[in-house]
């Protein structure tokens, strides 16, 4: 009844997130692409009034008139709209479902069994989770400092985008190094979205705020507030598409089992912000069709750095040979190894139901699924967070069923 129950508000807090994430990154992309979509006025009345760009649109059966100011208005209307919720309430479900999901069981999904680092690889539940966090929480404060350092008057912007690209490259290489694949990719996501959501919280809408408050008061805004404002928006702006699909990469064991699984999470990373660049600069009237090619290339060079055959896939290298493997013997591989999650009737082991829906208490089922099982075992994704401790050997025995 527990796990059911578990099961239930992991389903809802994911709705509540899914949800609240298009509403904010949909509003995020509308805004950048009201913006570089703004046209010099074409109504002298509008330039006199300091408008500095406008936007036509037609949409739902009525026709919108956006209007840019270059500072603001002379007097500001009190019922301005304003969007920071839909930020927070993306974070905080995220979260939520993070203890939900991970914290609660981090021997299956945080812990590194194959961590080069022997610490990583032993650590208990708690310090898994406790890392978990500073990992977060880390990648926030360097983030943060790197802005505030390299470009505080907004002046080195282009060299600060190099430093963050150079940050996510290295939070892939760790994430992956301390935790479970699939937490690796997640928690790399996860940086990223904090930082998204911090923008908003620490630095956009407070600046923001001062800019309203100041007007108010009949003084003129600091300028450096909304240039700032600008720059952490900017940096959301490239975060959105790789985080959207590191928060999906979830279901592609492929791609999170592999060695080099870092190497093609910065990859993805990459290509997520030049395509996102393509439709900046289209919005803007540009169609530079080098960055959704860069974009292509660079999802190739992910996939092919994750297809199994880049690994060590010839049977030659293995360290033991392997020969006659008989049905007995995998039995008795899948019953030690993989049955106390994938049974008909998990329950005991915290599942309502056989993960991933399959269960291999019975020959039939594991002779059905020879080749995923062949693949998720070759991969080191299964047994989840080695948890049943498989061997090398055991796992070329698996891998050489049938060769
Ligand atoms: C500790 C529990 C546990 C053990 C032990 C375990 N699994 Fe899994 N397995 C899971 C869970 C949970 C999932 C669901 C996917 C996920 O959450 O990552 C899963 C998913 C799978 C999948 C689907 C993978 C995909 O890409 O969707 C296969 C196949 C699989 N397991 C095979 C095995 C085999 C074979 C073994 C034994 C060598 C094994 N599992 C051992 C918990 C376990």
Redesign the pocket.
């Known amino acids: 009844m527990q796990t059911y129950l578990i099961d239930a508000v992991n389903l809802l807090l994911r709705w509540l997130h899914v949800i609240a994430a298009i509403a904010w990154i949909g509003e995020s992309i509308y805004f950048v692409m009201l913006d570089n979509s703004l046209r010099t006025p074409k109504a002298e009345a509008d330039r006199q009034k300091g408008i500095f760009g406008e936007m036509w649109a037609v949409h739902g059966g009525g026709f919108y008139h956006n209007q840019k100011y270059t500072t603001a208005p002379d007097k500001l209307p009190n019922d301005l709209h304003w969007s920071f919720w839909k930020a927070y309430t993306t974070w905080l479900s995220g979260f939520a479902l993070f203890v939900i999901l991970y914290m609660v069981n981090p021997g ?2 945080l812990i590194n069994p194959d961590s080069p680092w022997q610490w990583a690889a032993n650590m208990s539940g708690w310090q898994a989770n406790l890392l978990a966090l500073l990992f977060l929480l880390g990648g926030w404060v360097v983030y943060n400092q790197l802005c505030k350092r390299i470009s505080p008057t907004m002046q080195r912007d282009g060299l600060l985008s190099i430093a963050v690209a150079v940050m996510m490259v290295v939070v892939a290489y760790l994430s992956t190094q301390l935790f479970g694949g ?1 937490a690796a990719f997640l928690l790399t996501g996860a940086v990223m979205a904090t930082a998204m959501s911090a923008n908003v919280f620490f630095w956009i809408i407070p600046g923001q705020r001062r800019m309203v408050k100041a007007m108010k008061a009949g003084d003129a805004p600091n300028p450096l507030d909304g240039k700032r404002g600008k720059q952490r928006s900017v940096h959301n702006t490239y975060f959105t598409l790789p985080v959207v699909l590191l928060m999906v990469s979830n ?3 492929f791609l999170y089992s592999h060695e080099l699984a870092w190497v093609a999470m910065s990859l993805l990373i990459f290509a997520g912000a030049v395509i996102r660049q393509f439709f900046v600069l289209l919005h803007a009237g540009k169609r530079q069709w080098g960055y959704p090619a860069a974009g292509v290339v660079l999802v190739i060079l992910a996939f092919w750095v994750a297809s199994p055959d880049s690994q060590t896939a010839d049977p030659s290298d293995r360290d033991t040979q392997v020969s006659d493997v008989g049905d007995n013997q995998i039995a008795g ?2 019953e030690e ?2 049955v ?3 049974a008909s009737n998990p329950e005991h ?1 915290g ?1 309502s139901a056989p ?2 829906d ?1 269960a ?1 208490d019975d020959w039939d089922d594991i002779l059905a ?1 020879k080749a ?2 062949q ?3 070759e991969s080191r ?5 080695n ?2 401790e ?1 061997s090398d050997e055991e796992r070329d025995t ?1 891998a050489a069923w049938d060769e």
């Open positions: 299956f999904y699939r279901h592609y064991s591989l899948i190894h993989c106390q999650c994938h082991a599942f993960p991933a399959y291999f699924h995923v099982i693949q998720v075992v994704y299964m047994p989840l967070g948890m049943t498989m698996i």
